[in-house]
């Protein structure tokens, strides 16, 4: 029953910009991090972008500078996107480092959200 639900995805022109917001719920009882990962046709799943409970952040190369992370308490992750450009297409995934009813601590993830960036 625990889940990370995601919002925000949709299509955007080149240089547009986008926030996903992604919020954990259903009796997650510590989140060590969350970050998102993307997706695109033909590639393997990549990370773009994590941060702690402490507040220290990660990004993947590709978008230092345009894509910022934040977080509203522990269950909730946000990732503003600008700048954005076609190669960002992908489906975006939310992600957990969290210990759930089962208190093991596992990677949950979302259901995925499309980001289509095009002209």
């Known amino acids: 029953q625990v889940q990370l639900v995601e919002s925000g995805g949709g299509l955007v022109q080149p240089g547009g910009s986008l926030r996903l917001s992604c919020a954990a719920s259903?009796?997650?009882?510590?989140?060590?991090?969350m970050g998102w990962y993307r997706q695109a046709p033909g590639k393997e799943r990549e990370l773009v972008a994590t941060?702690?409970?402490?507040?220290?952040t990660n990004y993947a190369d590709s978008v230092k500078g345009r894509f910022t992370i934040s977080n509203n308490a522990k269950n909730m992750v946000y990732l503003q996107m600008n700048s954005l450009k076609p190669e960002d297409t992908a489906v975006y995934y939310c992600?957990?480092?969290?210990?759930?009813?089962?208190?093991?601590?596992?990677?949950?993830w979302g259901q995925g959200t499309q980001v289509t960036v095009s002209g």
């Open positions: 992600n957990a480092d969290a210990r759930g009813p089962s208190f093991n601590r596992r990677a949950y």
């Open positions: 259903g009796n997650f009882f510590s989140i060590n991090a």
């Open positions: 941060i702690t409970s402490y507040g220290n």
